[in-house]
């Protein structure tokens, strides 16, 4: 049986160090955060509205969470305003989003009341760059 060359070894070896570096370069490539849909990602998309989108891209974002029955379901805010429902996103074309945020329900709770624990989806516009958040 043939040994090793003392090249061949340290090949070997330069290339298992070298496997960790280049782990860490693909781990910090990845999207952005879960919760958030960035205008570039609405762009790249083929969908026409935010519904199909959410549909394809984001399916949790449109389960219902916490108690069976608790309030009208996933709820959809437009510039901060509330819209309503999971419906109301076949209205809008993803062209007009420049970001869509979701809260999952305890962070919905806090944020916008205890009526939106099935979840809140809001989406940003151009028109709310700048301006002050209505009160939700």
């Known amino acids: 049986m043939k040994t090793p060359s003392r090249f061949a070894t340290a090949l070997l ?8 570096a280049s782990a860490q370069l693909v781990r910090s490539a990845r999207p952005g955060p879960s919760n958030t849909i960035s205008a ?3 762009a790249r998309s083929p969908r026409s509205n935010l519904l199909d989108f959410v549909q394809s891209q984001r399916p949790m974002w449109m389960s219902t969470r916490g ?8 709820a959809v805010y437009l510039d901060n305003a509330r819209l309503g429902g999971i419906s109301e996103l076949a209205s809008l074309p993803t062209s007009i ?8 329900g305890s ?30």
């Open 97 to 104: 989003a420049t970001e869509l945020r979701h809260y999952r």
């Open 40 to 42: 570039e990602d609405l």
């Open 107 to 136: 962070e919905a709770v806090l944020r916008f009341g205890p009526e939106y624990a099935a979840g809140v989806i809001v989406v940003m516009t151009a028109r709310a760059n700048g301006a002050a958040p209505a009160a939700g």
């Open 13 to 20: 070896l330069a290339a298992m160090a070298a496997a960790p």
């Open 67 to 74: 108690p069976a029955g608790y309030g009208d379901g996933v």
